[in-house]
């Protein structure tokens, strides 16, 4: 025994206490009172001096399978990603270049010597869909639009790219909390 004077560390918790089976079966407000109130009790039987909520504050009852850490954050952004998704707009995948061309008219400024003019520029955009080559052309007013298709397009890549990389994450960290 320690005497009554004597200096004291105070204990607490830290981390998250396994969400109750009931209240994930059953999940609701009251519910998740009751459950913050036994997770309480349980820490002042134990003899902790500062009790927690044992991290129940981000238990959502109308998303009981978002309990976890990482589900919590996610859950977070995920409207955030949805929405950008939303706003890209019209795509197109592949590139823009431009060329210019020789016709077959004799005498044309195209065949001049020794400054020959050819014709053009033309615009034309290529791309890989489904594994098949496509190249076409674009008429020099809709150039600007299909630019803006194209950055919307390299903008997907991105946003899924990142997506994935989370997605592999959270794979990662769930394997580990079962294992
Ligand atoms: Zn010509």
Redesign the pocket.
Known sequence: MNPPNAPRILTTTVGSYPVPDWLAALPSEQALLDATRVVFNLQRQAGIDLTTDGELYRFDVNHPDINGMIEYFVHKFGGVRREKLVWLGSLHPGSLSQQY?????PG????ARPKPR??GPYYKVSYVFRGRFTSQFVPRQEVAAVCAELANYKRLRKLTEAWVGLALRLAKEKRKLSA
């Open positions: 061309n020789v016709c077959g008219k044309c400024r195209c065949k050819r014709h």
